[in-house]
Nanobody, 124 residues
């Protein structure tokens, strides 16, 4: 199994940027497809995007396309979520998750391992 820990959350103003990191420990990180999810207050958790095992493929939710970028560094056992042009609607707890799926999947149920989450608040 793999253990995940997010960091980098905080309070920013609209239009600013933030970079979240997900540190992994345990089983070989490169064997997992990694996803980022978020859960806003009073709403269901939603997928933000995902990156393939080697980092060669990514997918994003429509509401973050062009603003967010997901990457990974298998040598450092980390995945990242670069968030630009943040909006108040991006306020949420952000989670990284890992799946043993061979392919990028947007299905939350496919993700076996989850971090504890990090709070991102976008407010003027």
């Amino acid at each position: 199994q793999v253990h995940l820990a997010e960091s980098g959350g905080g309070l920013v103003q609209p239009g600013e940027s933030l970079r979240l990191s997900c540190a992994a420990s345990g089983q070989t990180f490169s064997t997992y497809t990694m996803g980022w999810f978020r859960q806003a207050p009073g709403k269901e958790r939603m997928m933000v995007g995902a990156v393939s095992r080697r980092g060669s493929s990514t997918t994003y939710a429509d509401f973050v396309k062009g603003r967010f970028t997901i990457s990974r560094d298998n040598a450092k056992n980390t995945a990242s979520l670069q968030m630009n042009d943040l909006k108040p609607d991006d306020t949420a707890v952000y989670y990284c998750a890992a799946t043993t799926s061979n392919f990028i999947t947007t299905s939350e149920s496919a993700y076996n391992y989850w971090g504890q989450g990090t709070q991102v608040t976008v407010s003027a």
